[in-house]
């Protein structure tokens, strides 16, 4: 079983830049065999897809409102994957969720929630106009 721990959110002025981190603090071996994905959840709405990335980091995906603007990153040595966050924007504001899933290494990346295994508590990202 994995035990993932989100942090780094936070309050942050229009413009701003974030880094959240999703930690992998038990079953670390399964986490670097795992595709992980960043997704948020707004006040009122479903939880939507942001990032996901690879078991080795070498294949990215994001969802068109955070091309050009977030980065997904992974250290396995660390047992950790990165949200870099830039201009952000108040309609980013949500809870920020990282969730992971075992996969082969060949493996399509998924934006589907429904595909990830386990998940973090979650983080609040809010952006002031």
């Known amino acids: 079983q994995v035990q993932l721990v989100e942090s780094g959110g936070g309050l942050v002025q229009a413009g701003g830049s974030l880094r959240l981190s999703c930690a992998a603090s038990?079953?670390?071996?399964?986490?670097?065999?795992?595709?992980v994905g960043w997704f948020r959840q707004a006040p009122g709405k479903e939880r939507d897809f942001v990032a996901t990335?690879?078991?080795?980091?070498?294949?990215?995906d994001y969802a068109d409102d955070a091309k050009g603007r977030f980065t997904i990153s992974r250290d396995n040595a660390k047992n950790t994957v990165y949200l870099q966050m830039t201009n952000l924007k108040p309609e980013d504001t949500a809870i920020y969720y990282c969730?992971?899933?075992?996969?082969?290494?060949?493996?399509?990346?998924?934006?589907?929630?429904?595909?990830?295994?386990?998940w973090g508590q979650g983080i609040q990202v809010t952006v002031s106009s």
């Open positions: 969730g992971s899933r075992q996969t082969i290494l060949t493996a399509p990346l998924s934006t589907d929630q429904r595909a990830y295994e386990y």
């Open positions: 038990r079953g670390t071996y399964m986490f670097s065999r795992s595709s």
């Open positions: 990335i690879s078991r080795n980091g070498g294949a990215t």
